[in-house]
């Protein structure tokens, strides 16, 4: 019965995310939500996009790796700030998102790094973005190019 | 005899003041004190660097004593926290409005290498357009950096790249040029914004110190 009603719930978060949101693609339980980006000068500066990666299973999901046509390289970094203010940033490795749970790519924090841009990033435009999973899944996403001071998905 | 010896050690122990004092001078004043990290910034007037802006206009902290001031480090090639923070400083102004007007608000790269003076008037055009983008001489970033007690390192990434490590904080000042407070980065708007007007604020303050 609990089961029931844990998958009927799940469906229904599942297709309310399906019909609200085209980034729900090959991982099962994986919900990408609210994915942005923000405009490039030209291509030799790195970019960055940023995301909600939703959990809506029941086992735990690790987020490998990253694959864009528009960086050479692209990966998970994360910017910290030290005691006396300082931010640095360093490749965060392997993601785990835990059962129910969710990881914010957000500014200062998390973000997709991309390296080495194939074309600008242009403001209105979207690039697709593949995330690699550990159980051999991968998910691809339209990622929306805002403006360069864009500060949120909503801007 | 007697005597001799008393004066032998009263030279030694005058020689141990001395030394003790020197040691004393060394860690606290001298060359041996501590990395100013974590201090605050000197006063603009007390500070002496030489930078060119985007529009390659001479400028260094004489250029912003007259008006309450906020200044900044960071690089052009950051993808994260440096447009996040010119579009925070963006928003910032944006509320502020005309009371902001007569700020000063300098952007002060750290990666002179890559960041000419024609890439900082490219970058920092897509943001407020209060927004100065000072960049220079090696020498010159390290002094100013060094006044505002700000810290910066290169470091080396995949692909024969760099990035820099660097204080994203916010340095504001006062119309005379004096230090006000720091807006640390991720610091809430509804704090920035109350920092900013009490920099602004001081302008009509007599000169205290």
Not at chain 2, 2 to 10: E, P, T, V, Y
Request: glycine letters at 10%; aromatic letters at 8%.
């Amino acid at each position: 019965m609990r089961a029931l009603i844990v998958t009927g719930g799940l469906t229904a978060l599942l297709s309310l995310a399906a019909a609200s949101t085209p980034a729900l693609a090959g991982s099962e339980d994986v919900v990408v939500e609210g994915a942005w980006s923000r405009a490039s000068i030209g291509t030799t500066r790195p970019g960055a996009a940023y995301m909600t990666i939703r959990n809506t299973g029941d086992a735990p999901v690790a987020l490998t790796g990253i694959a864009t046509p528009l960086a050479m390289m692209s990966e998970i970094h994360e910017t910290s700030t030290n005691a006396v203010g300082v931010t640095a940033m360093t490749p965060a490795g392997e993601i785990i998102i835990a059962p129910g749970g969710s990881v914010a790519l957000e500014p200062g924090g998390l973000h997709v790094m991309l390296m080495q841009l194939q074309t600008p990033m242009m403001e209105g435009q979207a690039f697709p973005l593949t995330l690699l999973f550990d159980d051999g899944g991968e998910m691809t996403v339209e990622v929306p190019i805002l403006s360069i001071a864009a500060r949120g998905p909503g801007d | 005899m007697w005597r001799r010896k008393i004066l032998g050690f009263g030279a030694a122990g005058a020689g141990v003041l001395v030394f003790a004092l020197f040691i004393g001078w060394w860690q606290v004043d001298g060359p041996g004190s501590p990395e100013p990290a974590g201090q605050m910034p000197i006063a603009l007037s007390a500070m002496d660097f030489s930078l060119t802006d985007h529009e390659g206009k001479e400028v260094g902290p004489g250029t912003l004593v007259g008006r309450p001031s906020m200044v900044f480090f960071g690089f052009t090639y950051c993808p994260d926290v440096c447009p996040t923070t010119l579009s925070d400083i963006s928003g910032w102004l944006d509320d502020l409005g005309e009371e902001a007007e007569v700020m000063n608000v300098v952007f002060i790269t750290v990666d002179p290498e890559r960041d000419t003076v024609e890439a900082m008037a490219e970058y920092v055009g897509h943001f407020h357009s209060a927004i100065r983008g000072w960049t220079g001489e090696d020498e010159e970033i390290e002094a100013a950096a060094r006044s505002f007690r700000a810290s910066y390192e290169q470091v080396p990434t995949e692909g024969g790249n760099y990035t820099m490590n660097h204080t994203a904080s916010v340095f504001l000042f006062d119309a005379v040029g004096r230090f006000v407070t720091t807006i640390d980065y991720h610091e809430p708007r509804e704090f920035a914004v109350p920092k900013i007007k009490r920099a602004l604020k001081e302008i009509a303050k007599p000169e205290t110190s």
